[in-house]
Structures are given as C-alpha cells and as structure tokens.
C-alpha cells in the first residue's frame, strides 16, 4: 500500500518501472502507424533495466508468458496464410529457396511484431491508467489512431521504400545506449560527396522515433542530399538531459563518420521537428557555449552549416501551461524537463537573453525557423520570440510563417499531398546554394508524387490530435 505523501509520484515510478522493462522501438509505432509496427518489431531491441525487486520480476516473467503465448497464437493463424516447412520438409531439403526463406523469416517477423503490439498496447493502457489520465487523454488516442488510419495509404507506400529500400540503412548504431540509433538515406547518385541533413524528429518527448523523418528522408534523397535520422531516449525511459546527450552524441557521429557513407562533413546541415526541434536546438546551443568556454568537445558547431527548426517551442516557461491545457499535464511536463529548476537551462529563448552566452551566439550558423499560424500545438510565437532573442544576441536567424498551416501540416499532410511544398523548396534551395549544377537539377526535377487522396488529408486535419 503506497504512502499517502508522494502518491503521484509513487504512482509515476510504479508506472515507470513497469513500463521501461519493456520499451522499445515498437512503443512509438504503435501510437502512430500499425503497419511500421509490423515491419520494424524484429529489430525490437530489449531496454529491461536491471530487475531490484521481486515484485518486478514476476510482472516481467507474466508479461513474457502471456507474449509467447499470443505469439503461439498468432503463429498459428499465419501458419495458414505463409505456410512454413516442416521438420521432415527441411531434413528432405537441405538447401531451401532464397525465396521460401525470406517467406518464413516474414511471416516469424510479423508475429514477433504482432505479439509485442498486444502487449506494449497493454503496458502503454497501464502506464495511462497510473498516471492517473482520463478522458482527454484517451479521447486523444483515439483521434490520434484514426487520423493514422486516414493516412495510411501514403505511410504504406513510405513504409515498403522503408523497409525495402536499399538506399536506406536502418539502425546504424552511434552510441551505447539501446535507442542510440539512426538511419540514413542514401541518394542513388553516388557522384562525389553529397549535402547532409542531420534530422531529429518531434513525438511529444514521448512518442518520439527515428522512422518519423523516413518521408523526409526518402524525398531529400531523391534531390541528392543524404539523411540522418536520429532515435533517442523518450520519456519514461529518458528526460531532457538524456534525450539531448543523445542528440549531441549523434551528431558526433555524423560530422565524424559520414565520410564513410558518401557525406561531405563540410556541408551537414541540423534539422529538427516539434520536440525534435526544441532537442535539437537545444545541442546547437549548449555546444556553442561550450565552445566558448573552451570545454572539450567531439564535434564543432562550425562544421554545421544551417538549421532548420519546424513547429518548435523553444522556451519552456511559455509552453508548460499551454500544454498542460492541451493534455500534457503539469507533472508529466515537469517529470520529462527535470523540474522547474531546469527550464532555463532547456529553453533556447532564455539563454540567448543572457548577456553571458553572447559569444556563444557568434559562432552559431544561419537560423531559419518555420511554423504555420494556425498551429496549436506550439504557437507560432515561440518561433518569432525566439528569433528575436537571437538577433539580439548578435545572431543570424529569420522565421518564415505559413499562413493557416497547422502543426503537422508542414511535417505530414503537404509532404503526402505531393506537388510544389514551399517548405521543402526552400530547405533544398539553402542546401544547394552555390551548386549550380544541383540548383540546375531541383528546377527541372518532377513534381512529387502524391500518395495520399485530398479527401482523406483533409479529414485527418479535421480530426488531428496536435
């Protein structure tokens, strides 16, 4: 029986332990597109922290029975859709088909993926429960899984070239931690060495997972330009510190090794999206200062030519009230930041207004923000005050408003909706200034495929969650 004092707090850890023995990958895809779900669950990687009590235990040693047994199950079902050999089939043919292989390994992926969905469905729904969240957050959930299944005609199509592609390369690994992964995008042009877009993606500081950025990153690499999506630490699993130690250490990785993949490390360019952004951001900066002082570091804030911020916020004494009204409640908000003590040191905004970081401002690359007017989410505020500050500081930065553009429409339903997007025209035109040759090549390239009906974009920005 838990104490009365502390009781959300005592209700927060319980729900962290139980679920942090089993998060992964997969604990993303299941809130945003069932279909990676399925694709991406083998590369599950188990994040169990060292078991202290027995209590722990025994949740862990039901929760893996209960998944065999929906594994059982399910393997049963697939059993009559992909037909597996058996024992004696195998001792008749000792060499089987390339083909029967790659049929057997997809159907034991599927059921792997299926069967780890049932149950981060049901630690996800226990997580909610101790958190003590009600109907908002579940009526969220279910918007949120319906505009999913609105645009799922275009995830499926980003999904096969995913999975398929082999001009991605999934899961590189850049650190020692189990979400310390990326994936690059790798152009088919492999003359000389290409632009690089380091891209950390949005999520809530929940929710957040690599594969987000993998439209992003198959299109930019249709103009020539390699991609870095970097995974990182969420919350419960992580807080802020941890997910920008992540993020930093990625981008170590990029400027250092890229060269091996075809990337020029002259020319890497820092992206993020919504909490992707304020993550990111908050590197570039905290690199920059340390760079000032002289500190030790793995990487060099000049070796970044631009960044880009997409739907931000940027300073955390603004949002947490905002978006406790929106759903994410004062003491998640807290949990994740690491306190109110910790604002200033996570608010890009703020530490621009220091006289002290002035110098560090100097050795910052250009700055370009992007937000729609029309984002409530994050208030396109958060990107002209931040601009602002930096300008003060001494900075080059500029904010580009998109009139009546909401939080995920710059990110997702343009991108999908295929033709002229003014964002991504302008990304482009900064990476290839001063190539003729690649400008040359973005003027005449083909309008973008649409893979997804206006209809159905239309009705999942009705129903959009963000």
Not at 142 to 162: K, T
Not at 433 to 451: F, T, V
């Amino acid at each position: 029986m838990p104490p009365k004092k502390g009781k959300s707090k005592y209700k927060l850890n319980k729900a962290r332990k139980i679920i942090s023995f089993r998060q992964s990958e997969i604990l993303s895809f299941l809130f945003f597109s069932f279909f990676f779900l399925f694709i991406e669950g083998p590369a599950m990687t188990t994040l169990s922290p060292p078991m202290h009590d027995h209590r722990q235990r025994c949740e862990t040693a039901t929760a893996s029975h209960l998944c065999l047994d929906v594994r059982c199950l399910i393997s049963r079902f697939l059993g009559s859709i992909f037909p597996i050999p058996g024992i004696h089939q195998q001792q008749q043919f000792r060499r089987k088909p390339a083909s029967m292989d790659r049929q057997i390994s997809f159907s034991r992926d599927i059921g792997h993926a299926a069967a780890e969905t049932y149950l981060i469905t049901r630690l996800t729904f226990t997580l909610l429960r101790y958190l003590g969240v009600g109907y908002r957050w579940y009526t969220r959930l279910v918007a949120l899984a319906c505009y999913a299944l609105l645009l799922m005609p275009g995830f499926i199509q980003v999904a096969y070239c995913y999975f398929f592609s082999s001009q991605v390369r999934r899961s590189i690994i850049y650190g020692d931690q189990p979400r310390n992964r990326l994936d690059l995008y790798l152009p088919t042009n492999i003359n000389g060495p290409k632009p690089v877009v380091v891209f950390v993606t949005g999520g809530a500081w929940i929710i957040g997972y690599k594969a987000w950025g993998s439209l992003l990153g198959l299109q930019l690499a249709e103009r020539d330009v390699i991609v870095a999506c970097i995974d990182y630490r969420n919350f419960p699993q992580g807080t802020i510190s941890d997910m920008v130690k992540d993020v930093s250490q990625g981008v170590s990785f990029v400027c250092n090794l890229i060269g091996r993949y075809g990337g020029d490390p002259n020319r890497i360019y820092l992206m993020g999206q919504s909490a992707g952004a304020h993550i990111s951001s908050c590197v570039l900066l905290e690199q920059a200062i340390k760079e000032s002082r002289g500190e030790s570091i793995t990487w060099s804030v000049s070796q970044i030519k631009a960044y880009f911020g997409l739907s931000g916020g940027y300073n955390l004494f603004n949002l947490v009230d905002h978006f406790h009204n929106r759903g994410l409640y004062r003491s998640i908000f807290l949990s994740i930041m690491e306190g109110v003590e910790s604002f200033e040191q996570f608010s890009p905004e703020v530490r621009m207004k220091d006289p002290r970081n002035r110098e560090a401002a100097s050795l910052l690359p250009p700055i370009k923000l992007f937000h729609g007017t029309s984002d409530l989410s994050i208030p396109s505020d958060a990107s002209i005050n931040l601009v602002e500050a930096l300008k003060g500081a001494g900075a080059e930065a500029e904010v580009i408003l998109y009139e009546g553009k909401s939080h995920t429409d710059l990110f997702l339903q343009d991108p999908l909706r295929g033709g002229k997007d003014d964002l991504f025209d302008h990304v482009v035109a900064v990476i290839h200034a001063g190539d003729e040759e690649a400008l040359a090549k973005d003027a005449s390239a083909p309008p973008r495929k649409r893979l997804v009906p206006e209809i159905l974009l239309r009705l999942a920005r009705h129903i959009s969650p963000f």
